[in-house]
């Protein structure tokens, strides 16, 4: 699976956003064949609404969306990249992880503050800073090697110096290395580097209860910060969010919702705009037992695909028989949509595109 570790100085809220987002979960685990949690990890389902339209006109007895993990990963501090704190643990939690929800405090309250007052920019840059200097110490771990076998000529050295070169310097100017700016085909050396700051982020802000349908003046910095760097960016209550996530009622958690002056839980946009920032496309397959969402790195073929369900599929695949997921509901289900000429069948090479509804054939 795909995930998101949450990360933020201490006292922002990151484990009162966590337990939301697993309550909520947990709310919804009926629906579920798996959701095994451990403590600092959490599965969540995406909300879809194509998926609710699917299984309506389909009338599945099942509706399993697909899912996301986040991670909250605690313990980072000012120094944490020389060792504070849980240091280095910490930082190879966030190695792991594809995409960083950075939780930043918005709130005024009487949670005492590390850096002892309310400052979502100081406190962003604390981080990124700490980030930066983390993956600086990694990068120079390696170069001195790396220049040597470049300039003897080896080719995997040489694509690597020629990322880790102009990323280095970067870093070095303050700059992430998501900054720099790399050919499609030097992606993939990036990616390998496993470095935190070319991960894409999601800025959170975490207002007052007050504020959650506004936002505050902090979360207006915020706002403009993640517009300046491509980032995304979500107001939320945590404190809120919890309250709403207990809440298991649809029509109370609805009219509660609506006294805050929203039509969406915090949760669920933190959650979409998580999957969004990822780069993800999701597939459907439907039928009268379920009617389910698959999630695929967006450039994958339909084997890559077909191997997302289950690995026999992609050895075996023979072709997907595809109507995209707009037509499926338009003409009211699979049949009447074939008949219509809605079905596509897309062989070995076929590029999944987003809202696809598939049935996989394949050799056992
Ligand atoms: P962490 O250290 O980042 O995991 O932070 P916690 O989730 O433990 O929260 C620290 C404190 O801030 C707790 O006392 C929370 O009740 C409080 N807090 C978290 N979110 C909010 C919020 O949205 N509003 C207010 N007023 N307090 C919050």
Redesign the pocket.
């Known amino acids: 699976g795909f995930n998101c570790g949450i990360v933020?100085l201490?006292?922002?809220?990151?484990?009162?956003?966590f337990n939301a987002l697993t309550e909520a979960a947990q709310a919804e685990a009926a629906n579920y064949p798996f959701c095994t949690i451990e403590p600092n990890v959490g599965r969540v389902p995406v909300p879809d609404a194509r998926l609710d339209r699917l299984a309506e006109v389909a009338k599945s007895a099942k509706v399993l969306p697909t899912q996301l993990e986040f991670v909250d990963i605690?313990g980072l501090v000012r120094g944490a990249s020389k060792g504070e704190g849980l240091g280095n643990q910490f930082l190879a939690n966030i190695r792991q992880v594809d995409a960083i929800l950075h939780?930043l405090r918005c709130?005024e309250?009487d949670?005492t503050h590390v850096e002892g007052s309310v400052d979502p920019i100081r406190d962003a840059e604390t981080i990124d800073t700490e980030l930066m200097l983390a993956d600086l110490d990694s990068i120079e771990r390696q170069l001195d090697q790396i220049q040597k076998k470049a300039k003897q000529g080896e080719k995997d050295a040489i694509e690597r110096r020629n990322v880790m070169e102009p990323v280095a310097e970067a870093l070095r100017n303050g700059k992430p290395a998501r900054a720099v700016q790399l050919t499609p085909e030097q992606q993939p050396v990036l990616r390998q580097l496993h470095l935190m700051t070319s991960k894409p982020v999601l800025y959170v802000s975490?207002?007052?209860?007050g504020a959650v349908a506004t936002g505050n003046k902090y979360s207006e910095m915020v706002a403009e910060r993640a517009k300046a760097e491509g980032a995304g960016h979500v107001v939320i209550?945590?404190?809120?969010e919890a309250e709403v996530a207990a809440l298991t009622d649809p029509e109370e958690k609805q009219a509660f919702l609506e006294e805050l002056g929203l039509n969406e839980s915090g949760l669920a946009r933190v959650i979409k705009e998580g999957y969004r920032l990822l780069d993800l496309i999701t597939f459907f397959t439907v039928g009268p037992k379920e009617a389910r969402a698959w999630t695929v790195r967006r450039g994958a073929n339909a084997p890559e695909a077909a191997g997302v369900i289950h690995s026999d599929m992609q050895r075996g695949f023979i072709r997907a028989e595809t109507i995209f997921w707009q037509d499926f509901v338009d003409c009211g289900g699979e049949s009447s949509a074939k008949e219509a000429g809605k079905m596509r069948v897309e062989g070995r090479d076929y590029t999944v595109k987003d809202g696809d509804v598939f049935h996989f054939r394949f050799n056992v």
């Open positions: 933020g201490p006292n922002v809220g990151k484990s009162t956003l605690a939780l709130f309250g949670t975490n207002v007052d209860e209550s945590a404190a809120i």
